[in-house]
């Protein structure tokens, strides 16, 4: 069992960045691919980034692509979103998951969900 807590969610103005973090608990978090999605209200979860159990490899969605950055620390049984250039369509709940398919873009391929984070962009 793997259990997930994001953070770093907040307000933030047009153009500026925010990074949010994902915690795992156990010993487990470096079996696991890792994902981020997000879900505005009334719209469905989206995928945003997915980084390898090594970390040695990244996907991005082309919305985010060259803003966003994930990366993970397993030692630290951590992920991490960096986003920059932040804009309105980058508000929503972003949520941390986890997988043990290798290269997964669809939620329904993830096992284990944080809570999520919000992330609100102002102009």
């Known amino acids: 069992q793997v259990q997930l807590v994001e953070s770093g969610g907040g307000w933030v103005q047009a153009g500026g960045s925010l990074r949010l973090s994902c915690a795992a608990s156990g010993r487990t978090f470096s079996s696991y691919s890792m994902g981020w999605f997000r879900q505005a209200p009334g719209k469905e979860r989206e995928f945003v980034a997915l980084?390898?159990?090594?970390?040695?490899?990244?996907y991005y969605a082309d919305s985010v692509k060259g803003r966003f950055t994930i990366s993970r620390d397993n030692a630290k049984n951590t992920v991490y979103l960096q986003m920059n250039s932040l804009n309105l369509d980058d508000t929503a709940n972003y949520y941390c998951?986890?997988?043990?398919?290798?290269?997964?873009?669809?939620?329904?391929?993830?096992?284990?969900w944080g809570q999520g984070t919000q992330v609100t962009v102002s102009s």
């Open positions: 980084i390898s159990r090594s970390g040695m490899s990244t």
């Open positions: 998951a986890a997988t043990t398919n290798v290269a997964a873009t669809k939620p329904t391929l993830y096992d284990y």
